[in-house]
């Protein structure tokens, strides 16, 4: 458990089961009784090969879909008991999109205002907000920009801080740097570990991408609709060893053990190999 989060659970998944379609041979089975909990101030991020459920799993957390069976809990309120789910979004959740669905006549800070419409705030107050996170996100200077003027990354940063507006209990974030070159989605994720190290947000991030995955604190990784394992993040040398030992020459070396059945010693040693190969 990552020492960095709080006691209180943010996400609670219990046997979460979805699947589409109608007769057994129609089915597919997108996830299958996947369970987990997300604390409060928790970078996760969550893996797995395409089809392996990821999004799926977003889609239920954030109440943009039911699933069939099994139960969400978010902030301990029951999702499959929610009646205004439009109203739980607004207040208790923030998206960011691999695209990132900005309103093209609107600028950056009317963008990030149109969450906080019919939110029982003054023209005032939501305009100095929007103002607050643009310049949270390092995009101060862009407020008045549409964001047809705006470059990849400066249009996720305005994103990030829209999925803000409302002091959302968590950040869900699909492939935010999906589109991206390595450049703008670097500083995309340097805004993100700043908003979970300095402003203690939640973040649950769906990606592909392993460097980014790395970047968090803990990960779920997915295969066939369920959590196969998941991992703390360690620094980068353990991270490392962990990869090796989970391609294909690593299971070849290690007989087909998992690094978890390895032995400290066993580690040691295999860190020790890294170290010479390296040098």
Do not use: C, W
Request: no cysteine; hydrophobic share 40%; charged share 25%.
């Amino acid at each position: 458990m990552n020492a960095l989060h709080t006691d209180r659970i943010v996400v609670e998944a219990i046997d979460l089961t979805k699947i589409y379609g109608d007769g057994k041979a129609a089915q597919v089975r997108a996830l299958d009784g996947v369970t987990f909990r997300i604390y409060g101030a928790e970078f996760v991020a969550v893996m797995g090969p395409s089809g392996s459920g990821k999004s799926t799993l977003l889609n239920l957390v954030g109440a943009l879909d039911r699933p069939t069976s099994g139960q969400v809990m978010v902030n301990g309120q029951d999702l499959s008991r929610l009646r205004d789910l439009d109203g739980f979004r607004a207040r208790t959740v923030g998206f960011v999109f691999q695209m990132h669905n900005l309103i093209p006549t609107l600028t950056a800070l009317e963008n990030v205002e149109v969450p906080m419409q019919g939110q029982g705030l003054g023209e005032r107050v939501r305009r100095k907000r929007a103002k607050e996170l643009l310049d949270r996100v390092g995009l101060a200077d862009r407020a008045h920009h549409v964001p047809a003027q705006l470059s990849g990354g400066q249009r996720q940063k305005v994103a990030i801080a829209r999925a803000l507006a409302n002091n959302p209990s968590i950040i869900l974030a699909d492939e935010p740097t999906g589109n991206l070159d390595s450049a703008s989605g670097d500083e995309v994720m340097n805004v993100l570990e700043i908003l979970h190290s300095q402003h203690d947000t939640t973040i649950m991030l769906v990606t592909h991408d392993p460097l980014v995955a790395r970047r968090t604190h803990r990960i779920l990784m997915m295969q066939d609709g369920k959590v196969i394992h998941e991992d703390l993040v360690g620094d980068t040398y353990t991270e490392d060893l962990k990869a090796l030992a989970r391609s294909d020459l690593g299971q070849a070396v290690l007989g087909g053990l998992t690094l978890d059945a390895l032995s400290t010693a066993e580690s040691n040693a295999m860190r020790s190999i890294l170290a010479r190969v390296a040098s």
